[in-house]
C-alpha cells in the first residue's frame, strides 16, 4: 500500500484517500490513510522518491536585476553571442566558468551549478516573486518566502534570535505572505550598521526604558484579554521577541565590528561582501535563514565597461568564494546550503547599447553545501544559449530542491486565511540528481 501511495501525486493521492475511505463504508479508517499520504515520500523531478534532508541552515544570495548567464556559469566560447567574456579552468577536470569569478572556479567541487533555469516572465517584480515563493503574484493572496516556510514546519528555533533574517531585501519583499506576524523575518538595511536602534534614548535610562514598557504592556493586558484571537496573540508575541532580542547578549551577533579589518577586506567593502560575512555570523550562532539581496545586475548598456559587470562578479566571486571557504573551515557547510540564484538571464545577443536585456527563456542559478553534490553542472541550454536544450528547471523545482534538501514535506498543504490550500514550492519537484 505503501508504495502505491509514493507512485501518486498529491491531487490522486486525495482522490485515493477518499475512494478508500467510501470503500470502507465509513470514516473511522480515514486517520489511517492521512498518516500513510503524510508519510508517502515527495516525487522527484528525475522519479523515485526525493532525497535530501541534510541541511539545518539557508543563506540564500539573490541577484537583483538578472545575472548574466552567457558571462557566469554558462559560456560559449566560439560562438558569437559570447560576447568579451572568456572561460577559465575550475578545480574539477573539464569544468570551466567566467574569467570575472577565479575565487568560485578553486571552490567549483563544492557548487552545483543548474544551466537550464528558465521561468514564465521577463519582468523584474514578477519574476522576483516567483523566483522566492514559486507562485505567481496575485492580488488576493500574498505567499511566504523560504525561511517564514522552514519556521512553519519546523517551529520558532530561537529564544532570542529571529529565525529568519532579511539583509537589504527589497521592500516588495513577500516576507512571511498569508502565515502570522510570528512568521516575519527581521530586515537589516545596511549589513555595516548591523541591528539598528537597540539602545534606549540618550534621554532616557534603561530603568526608565523598562518602566515604558512595562505600563505600555499593562495597558495592552485589557485588549489583549478581551480580543484574545490568533492575530492578536501573534502580534504580541512577535514584540516580546523583539524586547527579548533587544535585552541579549545575542546582539554582537549582528555586529561586524567584532570582525577583523583584514577579513571584511576578504570578503569585500560593499553590501554582497559585508551581507555574506554577516550571514555567516548569524548561521554560526544558529539563524536558520538569511537572504542577502544585491543588485545592479540589469545591465541593459556598456555591459563589459569595467564599472559593470566585471565589478560586479568580482564582488559576487570574493564575497561568495569567501563564505564557502568559511562555513568549510568552520565545519559548517555540510550543514548549511547556500543559494545563489536570479529572477532570469540575459539576451544573448549583445543589442544596439551594448549590453544584454531581459531573456527568462533560459538562466543559471546554483546550490552550494548542504548535502548538494558538488562539481557538477546540471541541464544544459542550446548553442548560442537562447533555451533550454535539456533537463529545464522552473522556480519552483528549483524551490522544491531547496526545500527537500531541508527537509520540508513537498505535500504537505498549508491553508491561507481565505481557505486556499499552498504548498512550499507549489507544484515543484526536486532534483534528486543534485541531492
Given amino acids: 500500500m505503501q508504495d502505491v501511495l509514493s507512485k501518486l501525486d498529491g491531487q490522486h493521492r486525495r482522490q485515493f484517500l477518499e475512494y478508500a475511505a467510501k470503500t470502507a463504508l465509513g470514516v473511522s479508517v480515514l486517520p489511517v490513510f492521512n498518516q500513510m499520504v503524510e508519510a508517502a515520500p515527495a516525487r522527484s523531478k528525475k522519479g523515485g522518491a526525493a532525497k535530501g534532508g541534510k541541511a539545518k541552515r539557508l543563506i540564500y544570495l539573490y541577484m537583483a536585476g538578472a545575472m548574466s548567464h552567457l558571462d557566469t556559469f554558462d559560456l560559449k566560447p566560439g560562438h558569437k553571442n559570447q560576447g568579451q567574456t572568456k572561460a577559465i579552468k575550475t578545480n574539477v577536470p573539464g569544468k570551466k566558468m567566467s574569467e570575472f569569478l577565479p575565487t568560485l572556479a578553486e571552490n567549483f567541487d563544492k557548487m552545483a551549478v543548474i544551466n537550464s533555469m528558465y521561468t514564465e516572465t521577463g519582468a523584474h517584480g514578477p519574476g522576483e516573486y516567483m523566483m522566492r515563493t514559486s507562485y505567481k503574484e496575485i492580488a488576493s493572496t500574498r505567499h511566504p518566502s523560504m525561511g517564514p516556510w522552514i519556521q512553519r514546519f519546523n517551529g520558532r528555533q530561537n529564544k532570542n534570535l529571529p529565525d529568519t533574517v532579511l539583509i537589504s531585501a527589497p521592500a516588495r519583499h513577500p516576507s512571511a505572505g498569508f502565515f502570522d506576524p510570528s512568521f516575519s523575518p527581521l530586515p537589516i538595511g545596511d549589513p555595516n550598521r548591523g541591528l539598528e536602534n537597540t539602545k534606549s534614548p540618550a534621554y532616557m535610562s534603561d530603568n526608565s526604558f523598562e518602566k515604558r514598557m512595562e505600563l505600555i504592556n499593562k495597558f495592552d493586558k485589557k485588549f489583549q484579554n478581551k480580543f ?30 567584532e570582525e577583523k579589518a583584514e577579513d571584511r577586506d576578504k570578503y569585500g567593502r560593499n553590501t554582497l561582501g559585508q551581507g555574506c560575512m554577516l550571514a555567516r555570523r548569524l548561521v554560526e550562532n544558529n539563524v536558520r535563514c538569511v537572504e542577502v539581496s544585491f543588485g545592479g545586475w540589469d545591465m541593459h548598456r556598456d555591459i563589459y565597461d569595467d564599472r559593470i559587470l566585471p565589478t560586479r562578479a568580482g564582488m559576487l566571486d570574493k564575497a561568495l568564494g569567501n563564505l564557502l571557504k568559511d562555513l568549510g573551515d568552520r565545519g559548517l557547510l555540510d550543514e548549511t546550503l547556500v543559494v545563489l540564484t536570479t529572477e532570469f538571464g540575459r539576451t544573448p545577443v549583445i543589442n544596439q547599447n551594448a549590453g544584454r536585456d531581459h531573456h527568462p527563456g533560459v538562466f543559471s542559478a546554483a546550490l552550494m553545501g548542504g548535502g548538494i553534490k558538488g562539481g557538477q553542472y546540471y541541464g544544459k541550454s542550446d548553442e548560442g544559449g537562447v533555451s533550454v536544450e535539456a533537463d529545464g528547471v522552473l522556480p519552483a523545482d528549483f524551490n522544491a530542491t531547496i526545500a527537500s534538501a531541508l527537509g520540508l514535506p513537498l505535500d504537505k498543504e498549508i491553508f491561507s486565511s481565505n481557505g486556499r490550500p499552498f504548498k512550499v514550492a507549489h507544484d515543484g519537484e526536486a532534483i534528486t540528481k543534485l541531492l
Avoid: I
Wanted: hydrophobic content about 35%; proline content about 0%; overall charge negative.
Fill in 228 to 257: 484574545k484571537t490568533k492575530d492578536v496573540l501573534a502580534y504580541t508575541d512577535f514584540y516580546s521577541q523583539a524586547s527579548s532580542l533587544l535585552s541579549s547578549d545575542e546582539l554582537k551577533a549582528f555586529d561586524l565590528n
